[in-house]
């Protein structure tokens, strides 16, 4: 530790007049013990800091190096939170924003470009679909769908049922659903895909369940692409 945070650290215990340990417990618990506290920090802190440096696009070299320096530690928080040495302000700027939304037991963090497909069901809901087409001849936004059953036990009724939502939310949805292949099977072998070459150029559709982070099951093999999170109250 150094002599000016050990001085900072001395001047906190003063005035809230506790032991060393209990405010380092405290800290510990919050940062690494707290995952959905952890989750809002991160996010606070890329905000701010994405704030931050659109605010230097608008003053002078002064204000400037002020704004720069408090970015900078807004960036080792987010280095300590997400143990990740690395990370640049770049990477923080150019990746998509995230939102929030109130699960029926927690809450789902997304991008903000991802297309809502029963927003007002959310609440009802605890499980989420995300709906990602692969093969796909043009970019194809990614979907989400709230319902209250885990995608792996989805009838064909309900995966028709939310492609028609996508194409009411994202009409040109429906080119992927008329070209769209589904894998056929040996069955003699239930390991063979008896049109393989054709799922290997054919728009493909995919609903994919997350596991939240606070699950007793989940592990980082379950992690989530895009920094999709769900947190359990």
Known sequence: MTDENFEALDKFKESRNMPYSIIINRLLRILCKSPDIKDELITICKSRIRALYAEMDQVGTFECQKLYNKSAQYMEILSFLTQNPQITVSSILD?????????????LI?????????????QTYRNVCIVEVRNAQFPVPHFIYFSGNNPSHYTDADTTYINQLCVQKWPRFQEIVNTAKYPIYDPDNPMRC???????????????????????????????????????D
């Open 110 to 122: 997304y991008p903000e470009n991802f297309i809502l497909l029963n927003e007002s069901a959310a």
């Open 95 to 107: 990746e998509a924003q995230m939102k929030k939304i109130r699960l029926v037991d927690g809450y």
């Open 194 to 232: 008896l049109n393989d070459a054709e799922m290997r150029t054919a728009p493909q559709i995919g609903y994919f369940g997350i596991i939240a982070t606070n699950d007793p099951n989940y592990s980082d093999l379950y992690a989530a692409p895009y920094n999709i999170k769900i947190i359990r």
